[in-house]
């Protein structure tokens, strides 16, 4: 099975960027697919991201399209979400998951494996 830890997570201005990066040791990301998810204090985590098996398709939650990115590195194992102009509501825990049958899925349900999340904050 695979370990996922996620990085990058921390304070910006609204309107700013981050990097979110997902690194996966035990198995490869090019085994699943891959996905970011997000919760925010006192709601249910939601699908944010996804980038498929075979790394060639990705989709997105409507809020967060053209302006987020999902992408791998599968040399490095790992799997990146790039925020750009971002608001204060989007202030959450992000969590990578992986997907073992390789299927698109939106809902947290299906997803088998999951990170520890890290914590995104967006200042007004």
């Known amino acids: 099975q695979v370990q996922l830890v996620e990085s990058g997570g921390g304070l910006v201005q609204a309107g700013g960027s981050l990097r979110l990066s997902c690194a996966a040791s035990?198995?490869?990301?090019?085994?699943?697919?891959m996905a970011w998810f997000r919760q925010a204090p006192g709601k249910e985590r939601k699908f944010v991201a996804i980038?498929?098996?075979?790394?060639?398709?990705?989709y997105y939650a409507e809020s967060v399209k053209g302006r987020f990115t999902i992408s791998r590195d599968n040399a490095k194992n790992t799997v990146y979400l790039q925020m750009n102009s971002l608001k204060p509501e989007e202030k959450a825990v992000y969590y990578c998951?992986?997907?073992?049958?390789?299927?698109?899925?939106?809902?947290?349900?299906?997803?088998?494996?999951w990170g520890q999340g890290t914590q995104v904050t967006v200042s007004s």
């Open positions: 980038i498929n098996r075979r790394g060639v398709s990705t």
């Open positions: 998951a992986a997907e073992e049958n390789g299927n698109v899925y939106y809902t947290d349900k299906r997803y088998e494996y």
């Open positions: 035990g198995r490869t990301v090019t085994d699943y697919s």
